[in-house]
Nanobody
Framework: QVQLVESGGGLVQAGGSLRLSCAAS????????MGWFRQAPGKEREFVGA????????RYAESVKGRFTISRDNAVNTVYLQMNSLKPEDTAVYYC????????????WGQGTQVTVAS
């Protein structure tokens, strides 16, 4: 069992930056691929980006490519989402999730953190 806790959300002006953190419990975090997702009001949850267990491979949704960066520190069981050049359309609840078997199936989810970008 893995527990994920996101933090770092808040209110920011358009063009600003935020860094989200996702702290994981459990000794096997370093072997899990991790992903970030978001859900805006009235919309379906969407993929934001993912990072491999090693941290060497990342991929992003086209809508955030070049603005968002995912990283991880396995020594402290934490994955990060650095968000720059934020836009009002980035407003959403952001979730981190764990993919234990590197299949693209995210088994464990955090509770989410709200990001609001004011225009």
């Amino acid at each position: 069992q893995v527990q994920l806790v996101e933090s770092g959300g808040g209110l920011v002006q358009a063009g600003g930056s935020l860094r989200l953190s996702c702290a994981a419990s459990g000794r096997t975090f370093s072997s899990y691929d991790m992903g970030w997702f978001r859900q805006a009001p009235g919309k379906e949850r969407e993929f934001v980006g993912a990072i491999s267990w090693s941290g060497y491979n990342t991929r992003y949704a086209e809508s955030v490519k070049g603005r968002f960066t995912i990283s991880r520190d396995n020594a402290v069981n934490t994955v990060y989402l650095q968000m720059n050049s934020l836009k009002p359309e980035d407003t959403a609840v952001y979730y981190c999730a764990a993919d234990p078997n590197s299949t693209g199936a995210y088994t464990y989810w955090g509770q989410g953190t709200q990001v609001t970008v004011a225009s």
